[in-house]
């Protein structure tokens, strides 16, 4: 069985010598790509061909890394590929990552894909809780990510249960308070919302900013036993080696910067390192794995290399890249300016568009209750027409009753020949139809008064009438709003970009006017620190009442007695750094 192994073995590898390409996958933090490699093809050739296909230019930062057993690997640039201890399967699967940190990110990363990629990186690291990070800071942390993805917050897009689909905490930290996952995005958002007017670089930007004072940020870490075969952690990262109790990854016992450190070697399983101080004595430690030896020297050597680049003067590469970041920045600046004017141009012009819809309806409404008011006035003028009309014929129909009435008592007059019994009615009839013909007199005259008063009713009426035809006639000719005239000035004309109206003039021999921008940006980096440990605070006095004591982990308790001390991951390096080396070197050893 064993033989027949082997021959297989050495069958693939008979088979990858004859072919003159190998397949290789290359997975970032975004996305996926393979490539079709030459057999010859080194780490370096690879390497270079993700970076342009990238378009990065910062290559020193990353490294394409690969799992090997228990552990991982980064990709040699000096050897070939398939010379090294890569997976055999094809397509060759390999992880393009940032290998180094940087010690100020805002300073130290120019272009943008840069600060994306490690953006991405650490934003998993911490959710993966390979970083630890402590709740509040997770809340804002996840503001800045949101930010990143949607953009300003408008809440009439951004609404209740938007953040729900969105990995933005640590389980840890779910798992640490009472708090439903509505509490959280509520939260969240509130910090979001306080965000408004950034891009996306920059909020990308301020979460990496935060990330970098997290305590494990940046930091690689090993096992190992120093001489008196105590086992310890050794921390790896920008400003140097660090030594850990295996419990507490967060405070180092140790620290040695890397500008104390003159050389590093290994033998087996035997690491040396001697200190620049050449009376201090060289001090050792075991790892576990020879494998591990070659990974903590690799990371020891690029780390070393740039802590001592950015104390000199920046390469000519550099310069040039940083000069042509300052010169996308202005123009993104000069874009955003010109994208601002037009949003509120835009806002204005929908704010005067409402305001004329809401104009119109108003005026539609009032023609409407003119209209109807004259709708009235008409059936009224009508209605008092007819009631004249008929008032004159009754009066008509009396004068007329009067006039038979006073005819009937003349012929009872001509005809009183008789006796005088005869008489006395006679007499007595005529009384009574002359009191009906002064009653039907008065009767007559009041219908009359009755139809001059409807006459003028009736006047009233159609006056009103014109009346309410002329205010109708006169809301109509209003109608037309015609909305006020943007000054010409205001207008988004059409903005030119010209290398004449942005003036970068850095003058080396005026350091005196250089100190002084430098001790500006100091106090500006100080009330922004302040800043930022009071809007933490706040947070942190907001969820406390909700955390549930009993479920923080070692790290969470070590990270509260840290800042009820006020340690802080860079207070604690300057103050283990203030020893002398050899002191540090022999608490080391003793430890």
């Not at 003036?503 to 930022?532: G, W």
């Given at each position: 069985m064993a033989s027949s192994l082997a021959a297989k073995m050495g069958l693939n590898s008979l088979r990858r010598k004859q072919a003159k390409n190998f397949n290789v996958r290359i997975s970032t933090m975004e996305s996926d790509m393979e490539f079709s490699c030459e057999v010859k093809w080194k780490g370096k050739d690879l390497f270079d061909l993700v970076c342009r296909t990238l378009g990065l230019r910062e290559t020193w930062f990353f490294g394409l890394q690969y799992d090997i057993k228990d552990t991982v690997a980064w990709l040699k640039m000096d050897k070939k590929v398939l010379d090294q201890e890569v997976p055999k399967e094809e397509p060759i699967t390999l992880y393009f990552l940032a290998k180094f940190y940087p010690e100020n990110a805002e300073e130290e990363l120019v272009q943008d894909i840069t600060q994306h990629l490690f953006f991405l990186q650490v934003k998993r690291k911490i959710l993966e809780e390979e970083i630890h990070c402590p709740p509040e800071a997770s809340v804002l942390l996840a503001s800045y990510a949101v930010h990143a993805k949607f953009g300003d917050y408008d809440p009439n897009i951004h609404k209740p249960g938007f953040l729900g689909q969105e990995g933005l905490l640590p389980k840890r930290v779910i798992n640490l308070y009472q708090m439903t996952a509505e509490m959280w995005e509520e939260r969240i958002t509130a910090c979001y919302a306080e965000h408004r007017g950034r891009t996306r670089d920059e909020a990308e930007m301020e979460y990496l900013k935060i990330a970098q004072d997290l305590d494990m940020y940046g930091v690689n870490y090993f096992l190992i036993r120093n001489k008196k075969g105590t086992h310890l952690l050794l921390g790896v990262d920008a400003l140097g080696l660090h030594i850990y109790e295996p419990d507490n990854r967060l405070t180092p016992k140790i620290s040695f910067p890397w500008n104390e450190i003159r050389n590093i070697s290994y033998s087996d399983k035997e690491f040396t390192i001697k200190p620049l101080d050449k009376k201090t004595n060289v001090f050792k430690f075991n790892s576990s794995r020879l494998r591990v030896n070659k990974l903590i020297l690799q990371l020891c050597i690029g780390n070393h290399d740039l802590f001592i680049r950015r104390r000199r003067v920046d390469s000519l590469e550099v310069q040039q890249m940083k000069a042509q970041a300052r010169e996308e920045r202005a123009k993104k600046q000069v874009e955003r300016q010109r994208l601002e004017r037009e949003k509120q141009l835009r806002e204005e012009a929908e704010r005067a568009r409402d305001e004329m819809e809401r104009r119109l309806i108003q005026l539609q409404d009032e023609a409407h209750m003119a209209n109807e008011a004259l709708v009235r006035s008409e059936q009224t003028a009508d209605l008092l027409a007819e009631k004249a009309q008929i008032a004159e014929e009754e009066a008509k129909l009396l004068t007329q009753k009067a006039a038979e009435a006073e005819s009937e008592m003349q012929r009872i007059k001509m005809t009183a020949i008789r006796g005088q019994e005869e008489r006395r009615l006679m007499e007595q009839k005529m009384l009574e139809a002359e009191m009906l013909a002064l009653k039907m007199a008065e009767e007559s005259e009041r219908r009359a008064k009755e139809a001059e008063q409807l006459k003028q009713d009736l006047q009233e009426a159609r006056e009103s009438e014109h009346r309410a035809k002329h205010k109708l006639l006169e809301i109509t000719s209003?109608?037309?709003?015609?909305?006020?005239?943007?000054?010409?000035?205001?207008?988004?004309?059409?903005?030119?970009?010209?290398?004449?109206?942005?003036?970068?003039?850095?003058?080396?021999?005026?350091?005196?006017?250089?100190?002084?921008?430098?001790?500006?940006?100091?106090?500006?980096?100080?009330?922004?620190?302040?800043?930022?440990?009071e809007q933490l605070n706040e947070l942190k006095t907001e969820i406390e009442s909700l955390k549930l004591k009993e479920r923080e982990t070692p790290l969470d308790i070590i990270h509260n007695q840290n800042t009820e001390q006020g340690t802080s991951k860079h207070s604690n390096f300057k103050k283990l750094t203030l020893q002398s080396t050899k002191s540090r070197v022999a608490f080391f050893e003793e430890l």
């Open positions: 209003r109608a037309v709003y015609t909305p006020p005239a943007l000054p010409a000035d205001n207008m988004p004309a059409d903005l030119s970009f010209s290398r004449e109206n942005l003036s970068f003039d850095f003058k080396d021999t005026d350091m005196k006017r250089l100190s002084m921008e430098i001790e500006k940006e100091k106090v500006e980096y100080m009330e922004k620190s302040k800043h930022l440990q």
